[in-house]
């Protein structure tokens, strides 16, 4: 029997250009946009692009939030939706899903906000890591991110390190679009589906 994976469905997604890099994987994936369709899945994906905000106070509304939190499968947030699973963040001041520690800050300094376009990954470890050479190359999208974190599964440099990808038990975070970022990306992908 095919696994099922559900694309999480709040209006602050990613969701085509997800849906379309599983597809070219061969993997089927579905829409979750209740906590009914979300416990129906095998594995979750939580995309995002957006302002934090708004984006909890739908998955808040929808009770998306605590379905995600319960969730018994492997969870990969991408990009925002990895940033709503820390405790809290100082885009909108909300608290997050608490999934992984630490606060989402913003980029300061000298530094061109949004950190966009292809940076290296490095200190790589774990599953979603396996056939991904250190130093690949992933493209990020982001004005926010995590520091340095104890549970830190790859790290990028943006003027100082920060983390590019997070895990807890089943959880897993990326910073980056794997969707958009070519073989390293779609190998990711590709480890997640396998998980």
């Not at 990969?76 to 800050?105: D, H, R, V, W, Y």
Request: overall charge positive; aromatic content about 10%.
């Amino acid at each position: 029997m095919k696994q099922q994976i559900k694309i999480v469905n709040y209006k602050a997604g990613n969701i085509a250009s997800v849906k379309n890099a599983l597809q070219r994987l061969g993997a089927e994936s579905g829409l979750a946009s209740t906590p009914e369709e979300l416990k129906k899945a095998d594995k979750l994906i939580f995309p995002g692009v957006g302002h934090a905000k708004p984006a909890m106070e739908i998955l808040r509304q929808q009770g998306m939030d605590e379905a995600i939190r319960e969730f018994r499968g492997p969870v990969l947030g991408i990009c925002l939706g990895m940033q709503l699973m820390t405790a809290s963040s100082e885009e909108g001041n909300i608290k997050g899903l608490g999934i992984f520690p630490g606060q989402i800050k913003r980029f300061t300094g000298n530094l061109k906000v949004p950190h966009m376009g292809w940076n290296s990954l490095y200190a790589l470890k774990g599953p979603l890591f396996k056939k991904v050479p250190e130093n690949s190359h992933a493209y990020f999208v982001h004005s926010y991110y995590l520091p340095q974190n104890d549970q830190a599964i790859a790290l990028c440099c943006y003027d100082e390190p920060f983390t590019a990808a997070i895990s807890y038990e089943q959880f897993f975070g990326l910073q980056f679009h794997p969707e958009k970022s070519g073989k390293p990306g779609m190998q990711i992908l590709q480890n997640f589906i396998d998980l």
